[in-house]
């Protein structure tokens, strides 16, 4: 059966997954969203039997259904293959008396490898599906991590072209040595001269330049992106989830049917919602446990009912999660509005002009399956510790936010069921944070002196995307004024 998908804003939008992926956002704003989530063909006896990419596979085609087998397989094995450190792409690690699905083993070290690196392959098949010629040029500005992960994704992608712009002095020194290292004949990276949000203005303007893409088609480019609310992204991640709850029965961890919780360091929603959707799906989780930081907008909402954005933006050792709008949450509001895109469109509008909205008991109640909590910066650092102390066993801070709401759910609540943690970074990406936690950071230290010292503590060896960038060639030296960002564009493609 097809599966087609319509946008949270507005009826009538109907597109097959291809479409969808090569568009990006839905032309009314809204975001693309399946008719209705599928179910699972195989059952978790089949399941736990598969390798990961039969596992992406199995789950993958229910949504992408007009996709060829050959089409999907073809994306899966060029995504998942030794760019990966290990055979298993997500392995589930026991820490104490929880389960950690790491999905940090990637290109760049970070969850967003997961989704990233098959993105470019499924765009660029759905470009030949649907008769599209002209080459695709990504447009990403990035305060650190999705920048590097998209660059290593679309790295050599027949057909396409990425430009990565980063606000100079607003990154990590490790980030940026990652994004200025980064190989492939189609890959440019360029420094702001301002802060994320000027890189961030900058590109949304280019998008929105009519003329400017006008002149682009001529010359047969077109611009797309590489953005976290592309159903292209959320798909990929559904996987992981229904893969971590198989390989627990295979470990005897649970019973057939058992139910277990998900819990997950959360920024966009992206995450947390494809987790969701495995439930949906028919995975048998229990409860959707939402982590926040001190930007706990997702916490509070959760708890109240109301979303609201007007507040202090906080900056916290857990960067990747420093956010007041979650797009992806619209996807969840959609569900918990009965599917009604006016509805869903009003508040979304609400929050546009008075930066909140609330909404029903209703739909409150549609939200039942999701939990929340958050941990500050002393909590974060505690639990990295912890971990360490306890288990030998060394923890990013972004994970370190889920581990300790996990910690404290089960004490609340009481409920004892199995959990994953969904560990969303290498330690080694946040090394100064995680080595000032374990209280082994020297004074003065700089972060790439640190390295080698967290190789010591942990027993982890370093992964390769840190040995690069310890010995790699800087590539990319291009930087630019926050006005001339379209200039630096043509510059680039030569127009
Ligand atoms: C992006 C990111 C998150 C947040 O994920 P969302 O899907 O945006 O909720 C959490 N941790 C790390 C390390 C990330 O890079």
Same mark, same amino acid.
Do not use: W
């Given at each position: 059966m097809d599966l087609y998908y319509t946008s949270t804003r507005g009826a009538g939008v109907k597109m097959t997954a291809s479409e969808a992926i090569l568009a990006g956002l839905a032309p009314d704003g809204g975001l693309f969203v399946p008719e209705q989530i599928p179910s699972l063909k195989a059952s978790m006896d089949e399941l736990k039997m598969m390798s990961y990419k039969e596992t992406a596979y199995t789950v993958m085609r229910e949504?992408?259904?007009?996709?060829?087998? &050959? &089409? @999907?397989?073809?994306?899966?094995? #060029? /995504?998942?293959? &030794?760019?990966?450190?290990?055979? *298993?792409? =997500?392995?589930? !690690?026991?820490?104490?008396? !929880?389960?950690? @699905? *790491?999905?940090?083993?990637? /290109?760049? %070290? +970070?969850? #967003?490898?997961?989704?990233?690196?098959?993105?470019?392959? @499924?765009?660029?098949?759905?470009?030949?599906?649907?008769? *599209?010629?002209? *080459?695709?040029?990504?447009?990403? +500005?990035?305060?650190?991590?999705?920048?590097? =992960? =998209? @660059?290593?994704?679309?790295?050599?992608?027949?057909?396409?072209? %990425?430009? !990565?712009?980063?606000? #100079?002095?607003?990154?990590? #020194? !490790? $980030? &940026?040595? $990652?994004m200025t290292t980064q190989k492939g004949s189609n890959v440019d990276v360029v420094a702001v001269h301002g802060n994320f949000d000027d890189a961030q203005s900058g590109v949304k303007k280019m998008f929105e330049d009519r003329a400017f893409g006008k002149e682009l088609e001529e010359k047969g480019y077109r611009f797309s992106s590489a953005n976290s609310i592309n159903i292209g992204r959320l798909i990929p991640q559904v996987a992981y989830y229904v893969y971590a709850y198989a390989k627990l029965l295979k470990q005897g961890e649970i019973k057939s049917g058992e139910q277990v919780n998900v819990i997950v360091p959360t920024g966009n929603f992206g995450n947390i919602l494809a987790a969701y959707y495995a439930k949906k799906m028919g995975a048998p989780i229990d409860k959707l446990i939402c982590a926040s930081n001190d930007n706990k907008v997702l916490f509070d909402f959760f708890q109240t009912g109301i979303y609201d954005r007007n507040r202090e933006f906080v900056l916290t050792t857990s960067p990747s999660m420093d956010i007041l709008v979650s797009s992806n949450l619209e996807r969840l509001i959609y569900m918990a509005a009965g599917e009604d895109p006016q509805r869903t469109a009003a508040l979304m509008e609400e929050l546009k002009e008075d930066g909140r909205y609330s909404i029903t008991e209703e739909m409150k109640e549609r939200l039942s399956d999701f939990a929340a909590g958050y941990a500050d910066e002393g909590q974060t650092a505690a639990s990295i510790k912890k971990a360490y102390d306890s288990a030998g066993y060394v923890m990013d801070t972004h994970t370190a936010v889920a581990s300790h709401v996990c910690g404290a759910y089960r004490k609340e609540s009481g409920d004892q069921k199995e959990c994953i943690i969904a560990s969303t970074a290498s330690p080694y990406k946040f090394v100064q944070s995680v080595m000032t936690a374990l209280g082994l950071q020297g004074e003065q230290e700089d972060e790439l002196s640190l390295l080698p010292k967290l190789q010591e503590a942990s027993g982890v060896e370093m992964p390769q995307a840190v040995k690069e960038i310890l010995e790699a060639k800087i590539l990319h030296r291009t930087e630019c004024d926050t006005d001339k960002m379209d200039e630096a564009v043509r510059a680039i493609l030569g127009i």
């Open positions: 949504f992408l259904t007009d996709f060829t087998e &050959e &089409e @999907l397989r073809g994306c899966i094995d #060029k /995504a998942y293959d &030794e760019k990966f450190d290990t055979e *298993e792409i =997500a392995p589930l !690690v026991k820490v104490g008396d !929880v389960h950690h @699905l *790491e999905l940090f083993h990637g /290109a760049t %070290i +970070a969850f #967003k490898d997961m989704a990233l690196s098959i993105l470019p392959h @499924l765009l660029t098949t759905a470009a030949r599906k649907n008769r *599209e010629d002209k *080459e695709i040029v990504i447009l990403a +500005a990035t305060s650190g991590d999705t920048g590097k =992960a =998209a @660059l290593a994704g679309f790295a050599d992608v027949k057909g396409t072209r %990425i430009i !990565v712009f980063y606000p #100079k002095n607003g990154v990590s #020194k !490790v $980030q &940026e040595l $990652q």
